[in-house]
């Protein structure tokens, strides 16, 4: 989740509500100090580096990271003639970026017409993620998007009591599952692999990747496409359900307590964007470390 992505405060679908006597405005855009260093690179190259970077939370976007133009490297940006227009910030001029031979159209772009209210943004530029090569906090690869402050996962056992049915087939049953609750989400129970008939699992080609918990890998159930998936090797922070099986409830009969589970709207993700890049393999590249 986040402040603006998914069901955050500032979303647009947000599942709450400020306790306010006046309606806000239907956009609220959010600026604020990142303080940590991050690194740009591109074409072998750094490109740049701030330990004064503004991350930008924007209605239905992931988080972008701004620079300070005096933080980017001499002759990186080229511009280009041509300027859109952002609703909030005004005039956006956009520029290309040349490093080590290599060049991307569109890749960064500045607020040159930004109202006063929002001059934390001036002479700051970001950088399109799927453009660049990576980007790092220290020297951390972060992958799939600028790290958001405000995300969280927190993981619970429980005794409570999970049933999963493949029409007359019980494909899972157990009394100790695992919840994660993740900022943004409905809560996704997780069942040990000793509690799941694992010949009822067909594993699938094709995975999808989660800055904030790894790889996943999927499998149908009988002729239900890819009702289910686990986190084979699970990032440290979300270790406790690496290896655990996760059933999608729109796709197989998932009962908690004896109480049917539907999905819960507002619950897709989208992979691509300017501000993001929800590769598998870019996650596959993570250990690069110290410029690699």
């Known amino acids: 989740m986040g402040l603006a992505w998914q069901q955050g405060p500032l979303a ?5 509500r400020f306790l306010v006597a006046q309606p806000l405005p239907e956009r609220l855009l959010f600026a604020e100090p990142l303080r940590r260093r991050m690194r740009v690179r591109f074409g072998g190259e750094w490109v740049a580096d701030s330990e004064d970077v503004v991350l930008l939370h924007e209605p239905g976007r992931y988080p972008v990271a701004y620079f300070p133009l005096a933080d980017v490297r001499a002759g990186v940006l080229v511009g280009q003639r041509r300027t859109t227009q952002h609703r909030e910030l005004g005039t956006t001029t956009w520029f290309d970026v040349h490093a080590g031979g290599d060049a991307a159209q569109r890749a960064a772009w ?18 399109a993620w799927r453009a660049m090569d990576a980007f790092y906090e220290e020297d951390e690869r972060i992958v799939g998007h600028a ?7 927190d993981i619970r056992r429980t005794s409570r009591h999970l ?7 019980v494909v899972a049953e157990t009394r100790r599952p695992v919840v994660l609750f ?3 989400f409905a809560p996704r129970w997780y069942v040990p692999r000793d509690d799941v008939d694992e010949s009822a699992l067909t594993p699938v080609e094709g995975q999808t990747f989660c800055p ?6 999927y499998y149908d159930i009988g002729g239900r496409k890819r009702a289910a ?14 290896g655990f099986v996760s059933f999608e409830p729109d796709v197989v009969d998932v009962y908690l307590d004896d109480r049917k589970l539907a999905l819960e709207p507002g619950q897709a993700v989208t992979p691509h964007g300017i501000d993001r890049g929800l590769d598998p393999d870019e996650m596959r590249q993570r250990p690069q470390r110290n410029g690699a």
């Open 147 to 153: 790290a958001d402050l405000y995300h969280r996962n």
């Open 110 to 127: 500045q607020h040159t017409g930004l109202p006063e209210y929002a001059g934390i943004l001036r002479d700051r530029v970001a950088f």
């Open 229 to 242: 998936w686990s986190y084979l090797e699970a990032w440290p922070e979300v270790a406790g359900v690496s």
């Open 12 to 16: 647009a679908k947000s599942v709450g």
């Open 212 to 217: 904030y918990k790894g790889l996943a890998s």
């Open 163 to 169: 049933l999963v049915r493949d029409g007359d087939r």
């Open 182 to 184: 993740e900022s943004g």
